[in-house]
């Protein structure tokens, strides 16, 4: 998949109409969540991934492997899209899912294992709650 199927691909699911929109969705998504994750563990993420999709997760990222949660990581994603915080989680949930079918199932699960989920519960499984539902499918038509 090249940068244009994938940012075509991210625009139909989450039904936006311009591809500024899409680009920056992707953006602050796949950045902010390569500032959470190790540096090593971005790169294999990011390497299956488009070039300049890659880049977001690595090059433009000043500082990997920071310590913050799930409210953190949607207010960040929120500022740098632009979005509204529900917006840009849902975003962010749509985009990661994405990200499970174009990498391995090997780097997928250690992006997991990165985000915990403890009995204090940084709530990071709601990043993934579209990939435990089965992934991302097309809306039923009305």
Not at 12 to 41: C, F, K, Q, W, Y
Not at 66 to 95: G, T
Not at 113 to 131: A, I, M, R, T, Y
């Amino acid at each position: 998949m090249n940068f244009d199927e994938f940012t075509g691909e991210v625009q139909h699911r989450l039904e936006l109409p311009e591809t500024g929109e899409t680009v920056r969705a992707t953006r602050a998504t796949l950045m902010t969540l390569g500032s959470r994750i190790p540096a090593d563990n971005a790169e294999d993420l990011a390497a299956s991934l488009p070039m300049e999709i890659r880049w977001y997760m690595t090059g433009a990222v000043t500082e990997h492997g920071q310590h913050f949660d799930w409210a953190e990581f949607v207010e960040r994603v929120a500022d740098i899209e632009r979005a509204d915080p529900s917006d840009a989680a849902y975003h962010a949930r749509v985009i990661v899912d994405l990200v499970r079918t174009q990498v391995p199932e090997s780097d997928f699960q250690q992006l997991r294992d990165q985000l915990p989920e403890s009995e204090d519960d940084e709530n990071w499984g709601k990043l993934f709650e579209v990939v435990d539902s089965g992934g991302w499918s097309e809306p039923a038509q009305v």
